[in-house]
């Protein structure tokens, strides 16, 4: 076994990194620069400092060059510079997400909830200095609540109600991502977006410690509800869209709540466990279909013994899903828990699903869903010759939101 475990793909250009972990969120960062998200210049210089590999470089890295954005953004905050402001906290918090990408494999792993703060701190700034303030909000969520950000759109007036976006994350995207996945196309639009950090992801994890769970309705329809006792939300134009590990959670919830007007994923994943268990060995697979839980955990541990780097990396993933013990087992078994079954048969809400070229976690599973949902679900492929291949696209925002805002434009016209 090696730390690429959960790492399988083609980059979509030449890449600058062999480690292909390294690659991507390499590729993230320079995409974000669309959104100004980033700075080409600070993605490629901060790139060029570390080795292939070098997971402490890696993160070393990344985090000065956030600094350096933090402390300008902070500069520029205190002479009333807001625009200046703004985009420094904006670009500062990519790069402290992106430190994060490889802190498993690094000796500073116990920095994670630190340099996780430091990129919180930057998301929370963004949301005061926008030019229209996003809106703070609480997700009533069985005995506790889940945070929300509502941000309005910038020429609307006080209760005037326009469409809105709900953008649903991934297993551990940072939150402040969701303005490059379509927040930003979604206000330049002149709609209302919004997101919040489900169970199992960023705040709710690190600060509240709750858990993923595979059925999403639980999560959605709270949203949901909440939005609806805004008078600016017109409820007949809600939409949503899920990115990464978001396109098993937005169908397997649309199978139960029908008032979204229209959905998209990106992409469409009907078996998260896949990308789990294909990469397995053999035997190791053959253990885990069977049943044989010591055999499984024992030739896991002596794999994880020979790469500590594979250890590090399921540890990491398999935080989320709240597994108490120490056995890859029962983590396992955990995941089979989030596979697509008969209830997509229940959804009725029109859904765009995205199919990238060269797809490195679920690769098939677009078209998998889209023949489960005939009638109701279009696909549209990005190809790698243009530089849209690839999970979620992350050389592509352009292309990407111009084929997801047209479509849903037509979805809430007619």
């Known amino acids: 076994m090696s730390h690429s475990l959960l790492h399988r793909s083609h980059p979509a250009i030449a890449p600058k990194f062999g480690d292909d972990d390294f690659q991507f969120g390499f590729e993230i960062a320079l995409g974000a620069t669309y959104r100004g998200a980033a700075d080409v210049g600070e993605v490629l210089a901060t790139a060029e400092r570390i080795k292939n590999g070098d997971a402490d470089a ?5 985090s000065a060059t956030a600094g350096a954005a933090w402390a300008a953004a902070g500069g520029a905050e205190q002479k009333g510079r807001r625009v200046s402001a703004l985009s420094g906290y904006r670009r500062a918090a990519t790069y402290y997400a992106t430190a994060l990408h490889a802190i498993a494999r690094s000796s500073e792993a116990a920095r994670r909830d630190e340099i996780w703060r430091r990129h919180r701190a930057c998301w929370e700034k963004v949301v005061d200095l926008t030019p229209k303030p996003g809106e703070r909000y609480a997700i009533a969520y069985e005995q506790t609540t889940l945070p929300g950000w509502f941000f309005p759109a910038l020429d609307a007036q006080p209760g005037e109600r326009r469409p809105t976006v709900v953008m649903v994350n991934g297993s551990d995207g940072a939150t402040s991502q969701l303005w490059v996945h379509g927040g930003a196309a979604a206000a330049e639009r002149g709609w209302h977006w919004t997101t919040f950090d489900g169970p199992g992801q960023q705040s709710a994890l690190f600060e509240q410690g709750i858990p993923f769970r595979h059925d999403w309705e639980a999560v959605l329809t709270p949203v949901l509800d909440t939005l609806l006792q805004r008078p600016d939300v017109d409820p007949e134009r809600i939409v949503v869209v899920g990115i990464s590990q978001a396109g098993f959670w937005v169908p397997r919830a649309l199978a139960f709540e029908h008032r979204f007007a229209a959905a998209v994923v990106d992409p469409g994943v009907t078996d998260v466990a896949s990308s789990w268990i294909d990469p397995l060995p053999g035997s190791l697979r053959k253990e885990l279909a069977e049943g044989k839980q010591q ?19 399921l540890s990491f993933r398999g935080e989320p899903y709240g597994i108490g013990s120490d056995s890859r087992y029962e983590l396992y078994r955990a995941v089979e828990a989030y596979r697509l079954g ?4 229940q959804i009725a809400t029109p859904l765009l699903i995205t199919d990238p070229e060269g797809e490195q976690f679920w690769p098939g599973q677009s078209q998998a869903l889209l023949e489960r949902l005939p009638g109701v679900a279009e696909l549209v492929a990005f190809a790698a010759a243009d530089g849209a291949g690839r999970h979620c696209e992350p050389l592509a925002s352009a292309a990407r939101d111009a084929v997801v805002f047209d479509w849903l434009e037509e979805r809430l016209s007619r």
């Open 295 to 313: 055999q499984f955990d024992r030739n896991m541990h002596v794999g994880e013994l020979i790469s500590p780097s594979t250890r590090a990396v």
């Open 342 to 345: 008969d209830e997509v048969g």
């Open 58 to 62: 890696w993160v070393r890295e990344w």
